[in-house]
């Protein structure tokens, strides 16, 4: 044992000198290039076994992945496989050049891969230390020598997966869309991946502010907001998944806000995703991840101050605790004390996220997830009317500072905790069992005074003095409890020709909602000279109830491989019952539903890294509520979805880069429509479709360049209403045409090395804000920007500290984001400067 350990300790010490010294060689040989480098010390370890050097990568040798290198230069095949294979390999230019590869099309493990991509070449790859591969010269039948060791040659494979970091832009992988660790370019549905470094560079508070810059999405529906993220997808409010689990946004979004710091990543899943997370809506899911405890020590501090009195600071602890690395742990803290651009309507939040994992064997880990987050803020949805914001007002315009509320009195009060976890067992290389469970509560108290439309002359219609505003006051104090569990199997196994990748999976989700809620007329203001006075009115708390809902859903799904075609079959049933308990009427309403929704994709991989697919997929979504007594006050049915999506990815070989078009076609029925016999209730007789192209491309061009585009062609119409005003129009709040533009760049030129530019533009075309489309919102474009200098240039005692300034809306624009009525118009975000000073180490 104590020998044993002994040669543990001098192996990590080894390792550490290793890791030492490539660094150091690295820094010191400027004038080779990157792939020249790592095998420096390699000469100097005796050769160990693939499986061996393997385990030092974090892989073990039967993990396989899909490999599509085209025929060619040698030293360029080898530089795409250490990308997708994310181990260390080595060439040689010397060696290599000329060299021609015949390329590796097919599944393979790393270690298979390597040797079939090198057959035919004349040089072997042999393990070494550190899951480096050291290359050898075959020697021919008249050579006498040994092989011949190369010159040291560095090349570092990416070793991510679904749910750790990605560096830069461009990730490769994503488990949202099925569940299963599987590369993009095999997924046949369209998504998004936003990285933390993105995240990071544009500077995003919001989870709608992440996704600014990605097709398909609007973010930023009702402008700027302290209470919750409203986000439209292909046309639709999506539901918000965390870790693979459903948050509680629950009943008119006042539920949990996820904190953009503590994401991994964030995806936006489009197109029904019922298949395999339940009850939705058809046109997406937004599905974040959590940031996990990592097998690297790494340390992140930063303070922040910007415009709006914001200061912020936060921290990012994670590694090893023990030696042997079973078990490791994050600690993700942040403190905000910010106003926004509405006069006293403050964005106050502390948020706290501790995690563990612990990994007693490499086939078992445990990974335990806890969340703490208070929001203390003001209200910063503002309803301004159309006249003066829309439309002019003969007295002035309205600006986006005005709170029309009562800042002494509005308030949001949000408290959130959250507790679950991962566990995930392996039996043998192609059978593991995993469960996800999680407890979550959130408990809000949200007073709002708002505008309700300037005093209207009957007669005209037009406001009557253009000034006495009219308001009401909301009382919201709601609690919700959401328990989440999901149980899978995944296997992987083999029928004739035909690779099979199977899960299986049962989850259980419930919900409650305590809701006390009630509104009443609160006294009128000048809207040009806003003072509040009187005491604050007496609410009554008209809607009183609990609401309830249970959901049991089973899903299979099979993504089966023959040669480079992938046929992805889906199904799942789900149970669900809901009850909503009114405590005024003492009136208890049920819905009993039972559901099955699948999904058929069929792609292929072409050897240039192009992947067209195909899908048909249905989602299904329960209402709550019943016709009229007239027509024996029957339960509402669930909604139903259908989407039928064609798209082409492209992932060019040994460049850094993900293309996505798709083109969809969805319709929604039995949507709630009003009664024509009565108009106090709703039948399902109503029918929306949505269709459109989206675009996008995530690429780093060069070494310095790094960019994201996309565009949306979103055409929505209300095919089947009762309103004959509506039949026909655009859904509201979705422009039609959506356009943005990310790039940065890193200098390398002496006099500016260590200094980054990043800009972006966003345009947004001009959508209707109500079904009826009577209030049309112009289109707008703004331009945002960001600038960061390593401060490790100027001292290399101050490595890893850096300095950074964002800007959104660089011109300071003010524009609406939509006027749902004459009486609700949103400002969209004016200019926000934020500084940030970060270290890591």
Known sequence: MARGHCRAAAHRRF?????????????RT????????????????????????????????????RYDIPAGQLDEALIAFGRTSGVMVGTDPALTRGVQSAG?????????????????TGVEAVAVEGGVYRLHRLPTPVEQSGPTELKPVHVRGRAENAWTATDGYVALRSAAGTK??????????????????????????????????????RGDSFGVTTDRDYVRVRGFMPNFYLDGLMLPYGLGGQGAQSEPFGLERVEVVRGPSSVLFGQNPPGGIISMTSKRPTEEARHEVELQGGNFDHVQGAFDFSGPVDPDGKLLYRFVALRRDSGTQVDGADDNRTYLAPSL???????????????????????????????????KNPLGQIHSNLNVGDPDRDTLNREYYAVGYEAEHAFNDDWKVKQALRYAHVNTHNYSTWGNGFVTNTATGLPSDYRTLLRRATDINRSMDEFTVDNQVQGKFRTGVVNHTLLAGFDFRRETIDNYTGTVAASSIDIFNPINTGAAPTITYTANNLQTLNQYGAYL??????????????????????????????????ADDTAFTGRVALGYLFDVGVAPYISYSTSF??????????????????????????GVKYQPSGYDALFAVSLFDMKQKDVLTPDPQNILYSVQTGEVGSRGVELEAHATITRQIKLIASYTFTDTRILASNNPAQLGQQLPLIPKHQASLWATYSFDQPALSGFELGAGVRYTGSSYGDAANQWQTSSYTVFDL?????????????????????????????????????????????????GTVRYLW
């Open 15 to 27: 390792s550490h000198a290793l890791r030492h010294s490539l660094r150091h060689t690295v820094r």
């Open 30 to 65: 400027p004038r080779l290039s990157t792939l020249t480098v790592a095998l420096a010390l390699a000469g100097a370890v005796a050769p160990l076994s693939v499986v061996d050097a393997r385990a030092q990568t974090g892989r073990t040798e039967t993990d396989t992945r």
């Open 104 to 120: 590796l099309h097919g599944t393979y493990s790393a270690s298979a891969g390597l040797n079939a991509l090198l057959q035919g």
């Open 180 to 217: 299963t660790d599987t590369p993009l370019l095999e997924t046949p549905q369209s998504i998004s991946v936003v990285t933390a470094d993105q995240i990071t560079d544009q500077a995003a508070q919001s989870v709608g502010a992440t996704l600014r810059y990605s097709p398909g999405v």
């Open 357 to 391: 994992t612990f990994r007693p064997s490499a086939n078992t880990s445990f990974t335990l997830l806890a969340q703490y987050q208070k929001d203390d803020a003001g209200i910063a949805t503002q309803y301004y009317p159309a006249y003066g914001t829309l439309y």
């Open 557 to 590: 799904q099979d993504q089966m491989k023959l040669d480079r075609w992938i046929l992805t079959l889906s199904g799942r049933n789900d149970w669900s019952n809901a009850a909503l308990n009114n405590r005024n009427t003492h009136i208890t309403t049920k």
């Open 621 to 646: 979504e329960p209402q709550i509520g019943t016709s009229s007594p007239a027509t024996g006050s029957h339960a509402f049915t669930p909604t139903r979805g259908k989407q039928t999506e064609i």
């Open 786 to 834: 960001m600038a960061r200098y390593d401060l490790g240039h100027i001292d290399g005692r101050l490595k890893g500290a850096s300095l950074s300034l964002n800007i959104q809306n660089i011109g300071d624009r003010e524009y609406l984001t939509g006027c749902q009525s004459a009486a609700s118009c949103e400002f969209g975000e004016r200019r926000t400067i934020l």
